[in-house]
């Protein structure tokens, strides 16, 4: 007989595989851990396949166990997505919508969306959530967003769906004061090895608390990007910002580019995330359609977006319009 495991047995299974252990894998699934051992015992007997190798301290994958979780993984995709498509088949109008905006989208292109969605949906409540894109792609994948507007989605979130709708551009700044602007030259690592680097650190663990383009030996980690803008501002350190964020104090003379060799300037793709089991219902789709076209008028590179910003005459919501773009 041909064995026939369910979709719950697989479901456990994948927990079991992700979270490392039988008892981590009972706490996310909110079930007894001898549930989820017998769940487990009576799929390995179906298959008649050892998935774990249990002499360990905690359960470790067999070579078969590890490519059974594959297949797991992608059935538990398709139900997902059969999910989706039913609910958005059945689903009227929302009555609130959860939206997470991070710092890499311009505010005012935020306002102009959320004014034409007052006025198009004024019956439906909105909750707004902004913050770093750590933040957002976080809570939708903690199911606290109905729609986040943010960065890049780590691939290995399989229960976020993600679509890219424009790029954001990360470059070093400082304050004109600081020694790093006074020094009108390319800088180099030894130039700023020494000099205090502010950082935003993701209490999320979404990156995997990993660190990119820090290269003082004095970095200073603070919650938010608001926070470490203030601080550029007042000549405490340097660091990368999204020219979203500090296009106002580029225009106006509050903070100017770095030229640092080993730091790169970063295009960083920014992606509407959603719930892959639970997907935008109309209002919430109208959102991600009005952010695709208000991010689709803007340049493609980094270069572009700083020689549009150049002339001093500038008015500061169109250099904030320049900042982002889609492709």
Same mark, same amino acid.
């Given at each position: 007989?041909?064995?026939?495991?369910?979709?719950?047995?697989? &479901?456990?299974? =994948?927990?079991? /595989? @992700? /979270?490392?252990?039988?008892? /981590?894998?009972?706490?996310?699934?909110?079930?007894?851990?001898?549930?989820?051992?017998?769940?487990?015992?009576?799929?390995?007997?179906?298959?008649?396949?050892?998935?774990?190798?249990?002499?360990?301290?905690?359960?470790?994958?067999?070579?078969?166990?590890?490519?059974?979780?594959?297949?797991?993984?992608?059935?538990?995709?398709?139900?997902?997505?059969?999910?989706?498509?039913?609910?958005?088949?059945?689903?009227?109008?929302?009555?609130?919508?959860?939206?997470?905006?991070?710092?890499? =989208?311009? @505010?005012?292109?935020? =306002?102009?969306?959320?004014?034409?969605? &007052?006025?198009?949906?004024?019956?439906? /409540?909105?909750? #707004?959530?902004?913050?770093?894109?750590?933040?957002?792609?976080? %809570?939708?994948?903690?199911?606290?967003?109905?729609?986040?507007?943010?960065?890049?989605?780590?691939? +290995?979130?399989?229960?976020?769906?993600? @679509?890219?709708?424009?790029?954001?551009?990360?470059?070093? %700044?400082?304050?004109?004061?600081?020694?790093?602007?006074?020094?009108?030259?390319?800088?180099?690592?030894?130039?700023?090895?020494?000099?205090?680097?502010?950082?935003?650190?993701?209490?999320?663990?979404?990156?995997?608390?990993?660190?990119?383009?820090?290269?003082?030996?004095?970095? $200073?980690?603070?919650?938010? %990007?608001?926070?470490?803008?203030?601080?550029?501002?007042?000549? #405490?350190?340097?660091?990368?910002?999204?020219?979203?964020?500090?296009?106002? +104090?580029?225009?106006?003379?509050?903070?100017?580019?770095?030229?640092?060799?080993?730091?790169?300037?970063?295009?960083?793709?920014? @992606?509407?995330? $959603?719930?892959?089991?639970?997907?935008?219902?109309?209002?919430?789709?109208?959102?991600?359609?009005?952010?695709?076209?208000?991010?689709?008028?803007?340049?493609?590179?980094?270069?572009?977006?700083?020689?549009? %910003?150049?002339?001093?005459?500038?008015?500061?919501?169109?250099?904030?319009?320049? #900042? #982002?773009?889609?492709?």
């Amino acid at each position: 007989m041909l064995p026939n495991p369910t979709l719950d047995q697989l &479901q456990v299974f =994948v927990a079991v /595989a @992700e /979270a490392g252990s039988f008892s /981590a894998a009972a706490r996310r699934l909110n079930r007894a851990q001898s549930v989820v051992s017998y769940t487990i015992a009576n799929l390995e007997a179906q298959l008649q396949l050892a998935l774990f190798d249990r002499s360990a301290r905690n359960p470790v994958l067999t070579a078969a166990g590890r490519g059974i979780l594959e297949d797991a993984r992608r059935m538990m995709a398709d139900l997902d997505t059969l999910r989706a498509r039913a609910s958005s088949l059945t689903q009227g109008l929302e009555a609130e919508v959860h939206l997470g905006v991070s710092v890499l =989208v311009p @505010e005012h292109v935020t =306002v102009d969306v959320l004014r034409r969605f &007052q006025e198009t949906f004024p019956n439906v /409540a909105l909750r #707004l959530t902004t913050g770093s894109p750590f933040r957002v792609i976080d %809570m939708v994948h903690k199911g606290q967003l109905s729609l986040g507007i943010g960065g890049q989605s780590p691939r +290995d979130l399989e229960d976020v769906a993600s @679509e890219r709708i424009g790029l954001s551009f990360m470059a070093a %700044m400082a304050a004109p004061d600081h020694a790093l602007a006074k020094a009108g030259r390319r800088l180099l690592l030894a130039d700023v090895r020494e000099e205090t680097q502010i950082v935003v650190a993701d209490d999320t663990g979404v990156t995997g608390n990993n660190d990119f383009n820090v290269f003082s030996r004095r970095a $200073w980690r603070v919650s938010d %990007m608001g926070t470490k803008r203030q601080l550029l501002i007042a000549g #405490l350190g340097w660091g990368g910002m999204p020219l979203s964020v500090v296009a106002h +104090d580029i225009t106006e003379g509050r903070l100017v580019q770095l030229d640092v060799e080993p730091y790169e300037p970063i295009d960083m793709p920014v @992606e509407a995330q $959603w719930p892959r089991a639970l997907p935008p219902g109309p209002a919430g789709r109208w959102l991600l359609e009005q952010y695709r076209q208000s991010l689709s008028h803007c340049p493609t590179s980094l270069g572009t977006a700083l020689q549009k %910003m150049a002339p001093a005459d500038t008015a500061p919501q169109d250099a904030a319009a320049v #900042l #982002l773009a889609s492709e």
